[in-house]
């Protein structure tokens, strides 16, 4: 296996998508300044906004995304393999948005994509509640996606409670697994690095999980 180093850079994307796709550029860009080849992002990285309506008003369909241009000319800028977490998009003849992770090449061109599969449907002890699926619709599809380094696996947050699609993944060639989050407080607190050290253990790949 070749070597390369994987950055993961960490934000905190609020309600305004300039601001937060400036704030990752930076991030990305420092990244590849210090080395990285291959720079993954958060889920909802350009976005995270509350209720319904408003999610659903901001997003797009991925070819007028402004999120999905962005990263695709900072992908051409810096010449790295860049994992854009997630984006909210519009499908066709669909209510529902998909929770989109793209993969983009050195050139800016869209090597991967993978809709998130696992919704997040929760009521929390504390009294927050989350319903991902009024939101989004689930994916349907595992995605594996070559790099120049070995095979990649995408999945996204919620998907790492189900350890068999992970299994899956790395039966079929990941060495790899890719897992951009928005994990809440109280259980990232609790579960965020058991988990990603569990889905580690039980393929035996590597785990790349920028939150």
């Known amino acids: 296996m070749a070597q390369f180093k994987a950055a993961c850079v960490q934000v905190n994307a609020g309600n305004d998508m300039a601001e937060n796709i400036a704030a990752a550029s930076e991030l990305v860009r420092h990244a590849r300044d210090?080395?990285?080849?291959?720079?993954?992002?958060?889920?909802?990285?350009?976005?995270?906004?509350?209720?319904?309506?408003?999610i659903v008003a901001k997003a797009a369909v991925e070819q007028e995304h402004a999120g999905v241009a962005a990263f695709a000319k900072l992908a051409r800028e810096t010449g790295?393999?860049?994992?854009?977490?997630?984006?909210?998009?519009?499908?066709?003849?669909?209510?529902?948005?998909?929770?989109?992770?793209?993969?983009?090449d050195p050139g800016g061109r869209i090597a991967a994509r993978y809709d998130k599969i696992h919704m997040f449907d929760i009521d929390l002890p504390d009294g927050e509640?989350?319903?991902?699926?009024?939101?989004?619709?689930?994916?349907?599809?595992?995605?594996?996606?070559p790099l120049p380094w070995g095979v990649l696996g995408m999945t996204?947050?919620?998907?790492?409670?189900?350890?068999?699609?992970?299994?899956?993944?790395a039966r079929a060639g990941a060495e790899f697994l890719t897992v951009p989050s928005a994990f809440t407080r109280p259980t990232g607190r609790a579960h965020w690095h058991v988990l990603l050290r569990a889905r580690a253990i039980e393929t035996g790949c590597f785990v790349i999980a920028a939150a």
Do not use: K
């Open 34 to 54: 210090a080395g990285a080849d291959f720079i993954t992002t958060p889920e909802a990285v350009v976005m995270i906004e509350r209720g319904r309506r408003n």
């Open 80 to 104: 790295a393999w860049l994992l854009a977490g997630s984006f909210a998009v519009r499908v066709a003849e669909e209510e529902r948005l998909a929770n989109r992770s793209i993969l983009f």
């Open 129 to 145: 509640s989350y319903r991902e699926s009024r939101v989004y619709r689930p994916g349907e599809d595992a995605v594996l996606a």
């Open 156 to 169: 996204v947050c919620y998907d790492m409670r189900f350890p068999h699609l992970y299994r899956d993944l």
